[in-house]
């Protein structure tokens, strides 16, 4: 808090709001100090004045003064009108007059100043107030200055909140979900209802790993279980996506970005336009919002025998000088931002190998880093000696990739969440001190997992994503600032209704207009209306004339093809059995012969038949061998 960077970054000057106090010692030292200057110089042109006098000789004549000597007027003389003493000075030379009182003389006056600095009850009534006392307090003991008397509950979704984040002037609050799905809350716009202003799916189908406002607060960093990070602005709209790297390349430096899932990423506390972002590649790049098409630069964690090694979380130091990462082969390591090839600091044995550390936050004095552990620990380190642990925290369940960890805006506390299986308890908001490591207050939050927790430090309101779909925010009316409290005091909206006095129809369906015949009040307003109509003012196509033209068939015409088509198409007669088809012009064949029969009258020969049962009589005279076989 003593930095000037880091305060004029984060947008506050102190903690909280504070009383106007005065250094009432420094103000009386002041005033005794000028005071004995000030009657220092008056006893310094009296002791002149006399020499003077003495080396002058005697006329024997006394000079008399231009104005009478009060001893009210040379009181006032050491509070500060040196004019009129220099001229009483001048005027009463030869020291006529009343003799100058006791009280002020050079002793008397030293004495009354250093009086001066006893305290009064006066002085008493206008430093000790309540609310100093209440604050001195708050200031010894940190839990007191935990804002946890009122919460309000966001309903995000039904699954579980992954992201959360929070501009720096603490206006708006964004969460993000296993559901896929980015909400944005307003707290300066909404009701009592509690509902989101816009909701939105910037990755599709991939659960959101990361939600970060940028330090100015314009842009929104949205990391997802893609390769590709986004940008969104204030309002959920794309300002860019990052460029997606060639995954048959092997060596992940030569390729424009991440070839493989996210896991997290972080914007540069003092650059607006850098961010950083880690992936299952096996690197961790820093890229810049000007440049989408690559990145700026590309950094490799190696574990100890120089294999690539995954980093599960990223984060910058506060002055931004610092890139550090914390890997699935339990180590932390920390580069230089303008060094990529080897780190500055690591720790090989962090946490347990295997294991996915879910968070790195440094604190606001930049000397201490925590990291939360998928070992179930967490632990703070010493960026001067970063061997050892400071501190070791254990028991604590984590069964989350993003768990988070943060320090109070004082730097005397360090929060984190704890993990709970569905049905087996309460997830718990649990506060350590941040120099012992005991654990002062924690904070049943629901009956499911705690795992993203932000305390902003101009708000003073500590915002929790839990597992089972709810961002919960804690206040406290005297000393949060704005953020839940706006949105509380207002009433819910009702819904607008117009009062009016209706009356109920019973309507039959055809006798609505659209079944409704309109009745014919003019026949030449029903031509005209008639012309309008397409389909009935549609001219008739004439007959075509010919073999046919457009895909319609002519008419028949004279040919006798035609004609043959014409009457076998307009013979209605069944002629699936041919027999009696020829048959049943047998008799008109016989009497009234035309075609073959005049022609043979005189030539033809009586027709003699076979009689039927001879036949069948010499059949079965017949040899067996010539039979016919049936």
């Not at 000789?57 to 009181?75: D, F, M, Q, V, Y």
């Not at 991939?206 to 969104?232: E, F, M, N, P, R």
């Not at 309002?235 to 860019?240: L, P």
């Not at 179930?376 to 768990?403: C, G, S």
Request: include cysteine; charged fraction near 30%.
């Amino acid at each position: 808090m003593d930095d000037p960077d880091i305060g004029a970054v984060m947008g506050f000057s102190g903690f909280g709001k504070k009383a106007r106090t005065f250094d009432l010692e420094a103000i009386f030292e002041q005033t005794r100090r000028t005071a004995i200057e000030r009657s220092r110089k008056v006893l310094e042109k009296e002791q002149t004045a006399a020499e003077s006098l003495q080396s002058t000789p005697c006329t024997g004549k006394l000079s008399t003064p231009t104005r009478k000597e009060h001893p009210e007027a040379i009181a006032r003389s050491p509070v500060g009108d040196e004019s009129e003493n220099e001229d009483s000075d001048s005027s009463s030379s030869d020291l006529i007059g009343p003799p100058v009182p006791s009280s002020l003389s050079r002793l008397s006056v030293e004495e009354q100043a250093n009086a001066a600095d006893l305290p009064t009850s006066s002085d008493k009534l206008l430093g000790d107030t309540d609310e100093e006392e209440e604050e001195d307090d708050d200031d010894d003991n940190p839990v007191k200055r935990i804002p946890d008397s009122h919460e309000i509950t966001l309903i995000h979704g039904k699954k579980t909140v992954s992201a959360l984040g929070l501009d720096p002037s603490g206006a708006r609050l964004v969460t993000g979900g296993y559901d896929y799905e980015v909400k944005l809350w307003d707290f300066a716009g909404m009701d009592a209802s509690l509902q989101a202003f816009r909701s939105l799916q910037p990755c599709e189908c991939h659960q959101i790993k990361s939600l970060q406002y940028s330090a100015t607060g314009d842009v929104i960093l949205c990391v997802a279980g893609s390769a590709q990070a986004k940008v969104l602005d204030r309002d959920g709209f794309q300002v860019m996506e990052c460029a997606k790297g060639d995954q048959y390349i092997v060596d992940q430096a030569k390729t424009k970005g991440h070839t493989a899932m996210l896991n997290g990423g972080a914007w540069h506390p003092k650059i607006k336009e850098e961010f950083v972002t880690c992936s299952n590649d096996g690197t961790v790049r820093t890229w810049d919002m000007n440049n989408e098409k690559k990145h700026k630069n590309v950094f490799k964690p190696r574990t100890a025998q120089g294999k690539r090694s995954i980093p599960t979380t990223c984060a910058y130091s506060r002055d931004g000088k610092l890139i550090a990462a914390a890997c699935q082969d339990g180590s932390i390591q920390i580069w230089d931002r303008n060094m990529n090839v080897h780190t500055k600091f690591h720790n090989r044995q962090a946490h347990v190998p295997g294991s996915d550390t879910s968070c790195l936050s440094f604190s606001y004095d930049g000397t201490t880093l925590a990291s939360r552990g998928g070992d179930d620990t967490i632990k703070t380190w010493d960026m001067r000696n970063f061997r050892n642990p400071l501190n070791v925290a254990t028991d604590l369940p984590n069964i989350f990739p993003m768990t988070d960890c943060c320090f109070s805006p004082d730097d005397k506390l360090l929060v984190t969440g704890t993990s709970v299986r569905k049905g087996q308890g309460s997830g718990k908001l649990l506060f350590f001190n941040r120099e012992t490591f005991q654990r002062l207050y924690e904070i049943e939050v629901t009956d499911a997992s705690v795992i993203r927790c932000l305390w902003h430090p101009k708000l003073n309101q500590i915002m929790v994503g839990t597992g089972n779909g709810l961002a919960k925010v804690y206040y406290h009316p005297v000393k949060s600032q704005r953020g839940a409290k706006l949105c509380v005091v207002k009433t819910k909206r009702k819904a607008k209704q117009s009062q009016t006095v209706t009356q109920d129809y019973i309507i039959t369906p055809h006798a609505l207009p659209m079944f409704r015949e309109p009745r014919q009040k003019s026949t030449r307003k029903q031509l005209e209306k008639d012309r309008l109509d397409p389909v009935k003012s549609h001219k008739p196509e004439p007959p075509v004339s010919g073999p046919g033209r457009g895909g319609r068939v002519g008419t028949h015409g004279g040919t006798l093809s035609s004609f043959i088509v014409k009457n076998i198409a307009l013979d209605k007669t069944d002629d699936s059995n041919p027999r009696e088809a020829i048959l049943r012009h047998a008799k008109d064949a016989e009497q009234n012969p035309y075609w073959v029969a005049p022609a043979y009258v005189k030539t033809q020969p009586h027709a003699v038949f076979a009689d039927v049962e001879s036949e069948e009589e010499l059949e079965d005279d017949e040899p067996e061998w010539k039979k016919r076989k049936l």
